[in-house]
């Protein structure tokens, strides 16, 4: 079983990530790709600020790989996300799994993707035409 979590400040590689997923056990991968949208809240946007408590984001991170773990059969996980400034359509987030069959592959990435949102100590800002906001994803 093969995990891979980070936090970066480069642009995601989607080619590199899935590569991470191959497994020659498993008959499934998940991949699951968050992108910067160019609209939301009724409002056009330009870009999306990131950032993160980066050692507290990582922590939480491994912790859910390991409860995907012990929760399905999975071979790989890959899990991440990117900070500072994004332009609409970069991707921002790759969730992965891998596994012998496709019904655990599919649910451990929903609950990844899910968790994270929830949980993991990252903040996003979006930018508009005239101002800018934060928006929590946290409850």
Same mark, same amino acid.
């Given at each position: 079983?093969?995990? *891979?979590?980070?936090?970066?400040?480069?642009?995601?590689?989607?080619?590199?990530? *899935?590569?991470?997923?191959?497994?020659?056990?498993?008959?499934?991968?998940?991949?699951?790709?968050?992108?910067?949208?160019?609209?939301?809240?009724?409002?056009?946007?330009?870009?999306?600020?990131?950032?993160?408590?980066?050692?507290?984001?990582?922590?939480?991170?491994?912790?859910?790989?390991?409860?995907?773990?012990?929760?399905?059969?999975?071979?790989?996980?890959?899990?991440?996300?990117?900070?500072?400034?994004?332009?609409?359509?970069?991707?921002?987030?790759?969730?992965?799994?891998?596994?012998?069959?496709?019904?655990?592959?599919?649910?451990?990435?929903?609950?990844?993707?899910?968790?994270?949102?929830?949980?993991?100590?990252?903040?996003?800002?979006?930018?508009?035409?005239?101002?800018?906001?934060?928006?929590?994803? *946290?409850?």
């Amino acid at each position: 079983m093969k995990t *891979h979590i980070a936090i970066t400040s480069e642009a995601i590689n989607i080619y590199n990530e *899935h590569l991470k997923l191959v497994n020659p056990r498993s008959g499934a991968i998940c991949v699951f790709i968050g992108t910067v949208r160019d609209f939301n809240r009724e409002k056009e946007v330009n870009e999306l600020y990131f950032e993160a408590y980066e050692k507290m984001a990582l922590l939480t991170m491994e912790a859910l790989a390991h409860e995907a773990k012990g929760t399905w059969p999975l071979h790989n996980i890959v899990m991440v996300h990117a900070i500072g400034f994004r332009k609409i359509t970069d991707p921002v987030v790759f969730i992965g799994t891998s596994s012998a069959h496709r019904d655990a592959a599919f649910q451990a990435s929903r609950f990844l993707i899910d968790q994270l949102k929830e949980t993991v100590p990252i903040w996003k800002k979006e930018t508009y035409q005239n101002d800018s906001a934060w928006i929590s994803t *946290h409850p």
